[in-house]
Antibody, heavy 121, light 109 residues
Framework: QVQLVESGGGVVQPGGSLRLSCVASGFIFSNYGMHWVRQAPGKGLEWVASIWYDGTNEYYADSVKGRFTISRDNSKSTLFLQVDSLRSDDTAVYYC??????????????WGQGTPVTVSS | QSALTQPPSVSGSPGQSVTISCTGASSDVGSYNRVSWYQQPPGAAPKLIIYDVSDRPSGVPDRFSGSKSGNTASLTISGLQPEDEADYYCCSYRRTSYVFGTGTKVTVL
């Protein structure tokens, strides 16, 4: 069965950095685009970034462009999100999500359990 | 990248039907049949329940249905069940990016 397991979250000061990871299993990771989505405490979902199945293209929300970098290691079935220059409004649970298999590739059919990031001094 | 607009809450008794609207713009909901819906119970990760406006993944009950008209998509839950109590989010593709709705809390009375 498909599993996505995130890690790397924690408490960091404003301006700090973290590297989030998402280990995938149960599917051929190298065949699928992947995404990061976040959810601030008590708030809704916000798409953060996407990467193509082969890593050749990346897309970012305006709110994180220039500060966050999505990448992947297909040999290790792992997705990454490097988060730099963190601000208090980046505080959220960060989910990795898999591009859907069925239909068009514009939805997210599996999600991890999330890793929390808290930006605080 | 402003969020799609959903009502904050809807409620219904078991067995009733409820509909959640999701209003966007001609640049997202209106342009693409790439609207999806997610169910998020308290403390849990989101789960895909509708993709491509009206298709259901395997295992999702057929009481969940989706539709779209112009810039507004809708999710209908027919025959509401206690286990349907959760937050629901729509999402639309928007030319190399995605935008989620503001979220709707469904309460089963």
């Amino acid at each position: 069965q498909v599993q996505l397991v995130e890690s790397g979250g924690g408490v960091v000061q404003p301006g700090g950095s973290l590297r989030l990871s998402c280990v995938a299993s149960g599917f051929i990771f190298s065949n699928y685009g992947m995404h990061w989505v976040r959810q601030a405490p008590g708030k809704g979902l916000e798409w953060v970034a996407s990467i193509w199945y082969d890593g050749t293209n990346e897309y970012y929300a305006d709110s994180v462009k220039g500060r966050f970098t999505i990448s992947r290691d297909n040999s290790k079935s792992t997705l990454f999100l490097q988060v730099d220059s963190l601000r208090s409004d980046d505080t959220a649970v960060y989910y990795c999500a898999k591009r859907s298999t069925a239909g068009t590739p514009y939805s997210f059919d599996y999600w991890g359990q999330g890793t929390p990031v808290t930006v605080s001094s | 990248q402003s969020a799609l607009t959903q009502p904050p809450s809807v409620s219904g008794s078991p067995g009733q039907s409820v509909t959640i609207s999701c209003t966007g713009a001609s640049s997202d909901v209106g342009s693409y049949n790439r609207v999806s819906w997610y169910q998020q119970p308290p403390g849990a990760a989101p789960k895909l329940i509708i993709y491509d406006v009206s298709d259901r993944p395997s295992g999702v009950p057929d009481r969940f249905s989706g539709s779209k008209s112009g810039n507004t998509a809708s999710l209908t839950i027919s025959g509401l069940q206690p286990e349907d109590e959760a937050d629901y989010y729509c999402c639309s593709y928007r030319r190399t990016s995605y935008v989620f709705g503001t979220g709707t809390k469904v309460t089963v009375l």
